[in-house]
């Protein structure tokens, strides 16, 4: 099956700087590739998502690229702020009518004021 | 703004004993899913439930775990004899399942503690 590989686990930053989480697939069949953040106490919350015959998409200070032939993707967070801090996972969804979710093992983000 | 709700937050059960953790999800959505999240580990992926079937399940998901749709609004996952290691957080998540929608929209999460 998929197995989804996530760097690095904890990562900090200085408020105004960028963060970059990085992300691999196994399963060449996966067409959907979602971030979730995550707050304390809080189930996951998607902030951007890229399907597979898309290189890059951006949603303000978010952005996700995808590279297919080397099976992976990568969060870019531009101009932190200090509510940016959370965990966040990424996910690979293998093509069928379920598009259940397997997830990375999660990026610890703290932006430091 | 619709969110999945789940009930309760937090459970505390003996080894043994049976639990049913209950989510409610978005009320237009057609799938429904099961995670589950132990204690620094990743989300995984439980079970999927469709037109009021499994549609896809784990190999987490062995005889001890159920999933049911009783009432058109509810979604339960019944594990019948909680074991130390199904201590975790289990979230309930939904989609609305139209073409091209994929986002799954996660619940809070229940927290389960099996002594």
């Known amino acids: 099956g998929e197995n989804v590989e996530q760097h690095p686990s904890t990562l900090s930053v200085q408020e105004g700087d960028s963060a970059v989480i990085k992300c691999t697939y196994s399963?060449?069949?996966?067409?959907?590739f979602p971030w979730y953040k995550q707050e304390l106490g809080k189930g996951p919350q998607l902030i951007i998502d890229i399907r597979s015959n898309v290189g890059e998409k951006k949603d303000q200070r978010i952005a996700v690229t995808l590279n297919k032939t080397a099976k992976h993707f990568s969060l870019h967070i531009t101009e932190t702020q200090p509510e940016d801090s959370a965990v966040y996972f990424c996910a690979a969804s293998i093509t069928g009518s379920a598009r259940q979710l397997t997830f990375g093992s999660g990026t610890q983000l703290t932006v430091l004021p | 703004e619709p969110e999945v709700t789940q009930t309760p937050s937090h459970q505390v059960t003996q080894m043994g004993q049976e639990v049913i953790l209950r989510c409610v999800p978005i009320?237009?959505?057609?799938?429904f899913y099961w995670y589950r999240q132990i204690l620094g580990q990743k989300v995984e992926f439980l079970v999927s439930?469709?037109?009021?079937?499994?549609?896809?399940k784990s190999e987490i998901f062995d005889d001890q775990f159920s999933v049911e749709r009783p009432d058109g609004s509810n979604f339960t996952l019944k594990i019948r004899s909680t074991k130390l290691e199904d201590s975790a957080m289990y979230f309930c998540?939904?989609?609305?399942?139209?073409?091209?929608?994929?986002?799954?929209?996660f619940g809070p999460g229940t927290r389960l503690t099996v002594l």
């Open positions: 998540a939904s989609r609305r399942g139209t073409s091209g929608d994929n986002e799954q929209f």
């Open positions: 009320s237009n959505h057609l799938y």
């Open positions: 399963d060449s069949a996966s067409n959907y």
């Open positions: 439930f469709y037109n009021n079937e499994i549609s896809e």
